[in-house]
């Protein structure tokens, strides 16, 4: 639960930087202005962050679901405190990860996208983003979740307990339900995949940023929509939290 509930964070605040970026840019255009602000660059350098936490956080599911499979003795990874510190330690990854893009003067404002986005053209940064920030966590993902199918299959033919079967087969289904999610994000992500790749040799097409984060904000609305369907925990709480009405005592006169 602690780490869908990091997951769910990470999301909020990518989502929350997108909309922020939008209403930036959106302020401009009405006003026919170009104007960095001066918190442009923050932002800027918050979306690769966020994203970051976000990629890493659906492979720490992986890894507690492989774990909780494949060595179910080992229960310290199943330790609230293991759990928070490896939660810490991917944010403060993510928080340091991104200074090469800062401290190098790589984002910057782009006037036709009315963002602070790092430059899509072949350098060493932009390798270095592509991969600690993609490929890296969702390759990962992936790996483990085929893994996993390949480990529950083999269970299956040898002689194993149903309990044990059966929890392993629940927890096949929780990474089987984080790929479907880090699909979307790669599904609705392509056409930020096919600019940068495009950066490679040539310039990207007019307005290529506003094309790209269109894409991925419609790609974070369903996601959170399917975090909130599939994790039933989540959605008794909330839905508790809804339901709840305060009981009013009514006293009558005798």
């Not at 976000?54 to 330790?79: C, D, E, G, K």
């Not at 340091?96 to 190098?104: A, N, Q, Y």
């Amino acid at each position: 639960m602690m780490l869908v509930a990091n997951s769910c964070l990470a999301e909020l605040l990518i989502t929350c930087n997108l909309f922020w970026m939008a209403i930036f840019a959106l302020e401009n255009d009405v006003k026919q202005q170009q104007y960095m602000d001066s918190f442009c660059i923050f932002r800027g350098y918050a979306i690769y962050t966020t994203c970051f936490t976000q990629n890493y956080s659906y492979f720490l599911q992986a890894i507690y679901r492989y774990m909780s499979i494949v060595h179910p003795t080992r229960l310290f990874w199943r330790s609230k405190r293991v759990q928070i510190f490896f939660i810490g330690l991917s944010w403060f990854i993510g928080i340091i990860c991104v200074f090469p893009h800062l401290f190098t003067g790589r984002i910057v404002y782009h006037v036709d996208d009315q963002i602070c986005q790092m430059s899509l053209n072949l350098s060493v940064v932009t390798v270095y983003n592509v991969v600690l920030l993609y490929l890296i966590p969702v390759n990962g993902t992936i790996f483990i979740y085929f893994k996993l199918v390949r480990y529950v299959k083999e269970m299956s033919t040898h002689v194993t307990s149903a309990n044990t079967l059966l929890r392993a087969q629940r927890e096949l289904n929780m990474v089987h339900r984080i790929v479907v999610l880090v699909s979307l994000l790669v599904a609705f992500g392509l056409p930020y995949a096919i600019f940068i790749f495009m950066g490679f040799f040539t310039e990207p097409p007019k307005y290529h940023f506003r094309i790209a984060y269109t894409s991925i904000s419609v790609s974070l609305i369903i996601i959170m929509i399917t975090i909130f369907q599939s994790i039933e925990p989540l959605k008794a709480f909330v839905k508790k939290k809804i339901n709840r009405r305060p009981i009013m005592t009514v006293q009558t006169a005798e």
